[in-house]
T-cell receptor
Framework: GQNIDQPTEMTATEGAIVQINCTYQ??????LFWYQQHAGEAPTFLSY????GLEEKGRFSSFLSRSKGYSYLLLKELQMKDSASYLC???????????FGAGTRLAVHP | GAVVSQHPSRVICKSGTSVKIECRSL??????MFWYRQFPKQSLMLMAT?????????EQGVEKDKFLINHASLTLSTLTVTSAHPEDSSFYIC??????????????FGPGTRLTVL
């Protein structure tokens, strides 16, 4: 079966750093995505990893270890607008479909 | 970047009626489109995958006769919820895949359609 796990909720302080973990077990692997979703809105693309290692993009970084079935999203210099749900999604291959985790609701407070 | 639109953004209908939701890729050709539904505080659940000019592939547990999907062109897919009932009330989101980042695997999401069935 397909299984993607991530924490349900996290809180952090403005200006701090937060790491959101994701573990996965899927029938195949063709890449891992992180999306940000504000309440009532569609997800927006943050990052994509298909090889092991760290991908950095501004305040956001994403790491992947395929052997461990593990990824994390690192958010630096947190801002209030970063309060949102963060969705980990895996492409198991075939028609580019994505399997989404339940999402992590991040609350950033002053 | 690639833009996907959805129409309508919000719809309220009576139980037993049918509702059609349109998903359009505005500036790229979408060889594959996906339809998701999302209940409050839950993640996206893939309903079906559609490729232009062929029948949609439905996920297990999704009734293909209730959720009709048509992908008539490389820029348009429609989802019709037939004989809608209150339990069909949800946030429906489409996405499109085509030339872009992530080796072509990236999906670009529409803004979603909030369906409320009375």
């Amino acid at each position: 079966g397909q299984n993607i796990d991530q924490p349900t909720e996290m809180t952090a302080t403005e200006g701090a750093i937060v790491q959101i973990n994701c573990t996965y077990q899927t029938s195949g692997f063709n890449g891992l995505f992180w999306y940000q979703q504000h309440a009532g809105e569609a997800p927006t693309f943050l990052s994509y990893n298909v090889l092991d290692g760290l991908e950095e993009k501004g305040r956001f970084s994403s790491f992947l270890s395929r052997s461990k079935g593990y990824s994390y999203l690192l958010l630096k210099e947190l801002q209030m607008k970063d309060s949102a749900s963060y969705l980990c999604a895996v492409s198991p291959g075939g028609y580019n479909k994505l399997i989404f985790g339940a999402g992590t609701r991040l609350a950033v407070h002053p | 970047g690639a833009v996907v639109s959805q129409h309508p953004s919000r719809v309220i209908c009576k139980s037993g009626t049918s509702v059609k939701i349109e998903c359009r890729s505005l500036d790229f050709q979408a060889t594959t489109m996906f339809w998701y539904r999302q209940f409050p505080k839950q993640s996206l659940m893939l309903m079906a995958t559609s490729n232009e000019g062929s029948k949609a592939t439905y996920e297990q547990g999704v009734e293909k006769d209730k959720f009709l999907i048509n992908h008539a062109s490389l820029t348009l897919s429609t989802l019709t919820v037939t004989s809608a009932h209150p339990e069909d009330s949800s946030f429906y989101i489409c996405s499109a895949s085509g030339p872009g980042l992530a080796g072509g695997n990236e999906q670009f999401f529409g803004p979603g359609t909030r369906l409320t069935v009375l």
